[in-house]
């Protein structure tokens, strides 16, 4: 498929795809969860036609968050085409580029309510990660999801004892080179420096798409990737793992044609109860043996549920992921470093290096839910609650500092963490 020309989501564009599906009887639940989505594109564009997000969530403007619409066409695992304009939410670092490219790619909610429920996927978290990085990055909300929810499900597994794997990684993996060619064509994109990565199902596909051996991509990082898993039935043994096993091994074979596979990354937790570190390794194995290129790297248990590593467990995987990639010419780090406090008490006012309105923001930091992270440069702050609060901290307090001093980060939950710095 030709690479169509880079364009901004336009409201038209949803509500003129809107009415098609509905005329075609889309379900009324999924139906009005895109209507939700259209409404809001209705309140119009800007000057530069880009997608305002759903209400009340506003774009991430200090790292560029735009929304575009990239077609694609799949087939489901009876072999009826779905036809689709997927949502791709994608960031930028500041600058005019060329910046590498990374995709990221989301899991697989275990029921069809869950996934219909699911809103435009942003990975906000993983994405600044990258940004920091000096990447831009694309995040599709593949079909089946969300707002492209009743276009059908291509990536359903369909029977426990006899999964469909082969199409649901097959139909994930040709959104993914979708989506790259897409991004390759923008003339700020270095198109020979692609990395791709994915959670879950999102890991599984992005294995998948090195046997695309798709021009440009550089790395792939498979983060507890895999397909079939459910911890309430039995916890960490998905359904048919030999099933897996041969497919992982066709994705190394592909990806070694030729005799120079992508370096790949496998990054599983301890304690994950929707695939067991076992069958992670046994699947790395396979993919290896078959000519593909891997390096694993076993995490001790985190939380609950190791599952959740990618979208929670921040401060321990991205080191892993700046060692992975600098080798490969990505010496930029993206982890934040952690932060080690001084002795200054975390209620003590006076000691902030500034006066006036920083002070006025520390007392809201200061009020605050746990996790929480304040940033200064003396003028100007920053202030974000919740995952990956540092990194928004910073990016809040630097959107003022033009000319200035960059910000640093003062306090992180119940510690002052500036004489450190």
């Given amino acids: 498929m030709t690479a169509p020309t880079l364009r901004p989501l336009a409201a038209s564009d ?134 492209l929810a009743a276009v059908g499900d291509p990536e359903a597994s369909v029977s426990c004892d006899m999964p469909r794997y082969e199409t649901a990684a097959k139909a994930a993996a ?40 798709l021009p440009g991509v550089m790395a792939a990082i498979d983060f507890a990737g895999g397909h079939g898993g459910s911890p309430d039935r039995y916890a960490g043994e ?20 030729g005799g120079h596979p992508v370096p790949t990354l496998w990054v599983f937790a301890e304690n994950d109860r929707f695939i067991a570190p076992r069958h992670q390794l046994r699947w790395a194995d396979a993919y290896r043996e078959a000519g593909g290129l891997v390096q694993t790297r076993r995490m001790p248990a985190f939380g609950d549920d190791g599952h959740q590593l990618f979208a929670a467990g921040n401060d321990l995987w991205q080191p892993v992921v700046d060692d992975f990639l600098r080798p490969l010419g990505f010496a930029i780090p993206g982890a934040l470093p952690v932060p080690r406090g001084g002795v200054v008490s975390i209620s003590d006012v006076s000691a902030l290096p500034s006066e006036g309105r920083v002070i006025d923001g520390y007392r809201q930091f200061l009020a605050a839910p746990h996790p929480r992270a304040f940033a200064t440069n003396g003028h100007h702050w920053g202030l974000a609650t919740g995952d990956d609060a540092q990194s928004r901290a910073l990016a809040l307090c630097d959107q003022h500092t033009e000319g200035e001093e960059r910000c640093r980060l003062y306090a992180v939950n119940r510690t002052v963490v500036w004489s450190s710095q």
Avoid: W
């Fill in 174 to 213: 040709t959104q993914i080179a979708a989506v790259v060619r897409f991004m390759q064509s923008a003339a700020d994109i270095d198109a020979e420096r692609v990395v791709l990565a994915g959670q879950s199902l999102g890991g599984l596909a992005t294995i998948a798409a090195t046997g695309e051996r």
């Fill in 238 to 257: 998905p359904c048919r793992p030999d099933e897996l096993t041969r497919r992982f091994a066709d994705f190394g074979r592909r990806a070694g044609e």
């Fill in 14 to 147: 949803v509500t003129a795809g809107l009415l098609r599906r509905c005329a075609r009887g889309v379900a009324a639940g999924a139906l009005g969860a895109a209507l939700a989505l259209g409404a809001t594109a209705a309140r119009g564009a800007d000057a530069t036609g880009e997608l305002p997000a759903p209400a009340p969530v506003r774009l991430a403007g200090e790292i560029r968050e735009t929304v575009v619409r990239v077609p694609v066409s799949v087939e489901n695992a009876a072999g009826r085409p779905l036809d689709a304009l997927l949502i791709v939410t994608t960031f930028r670092p500041p600058g005019p580029g060329p910046f590498p490219l990374a995709v990221l790619s989301h899991g697989r909610p275990v029921t069809e309510r869950e996934r219909a429920a699911l809103p435009r996927e942003r990975m906000e978290s993983a994405a600044r990660y990258f940004v920091r990085k000096g990447f831009a990055v694309a995040v599709p909300t593949r079909v089946g999801y969300g707002p």
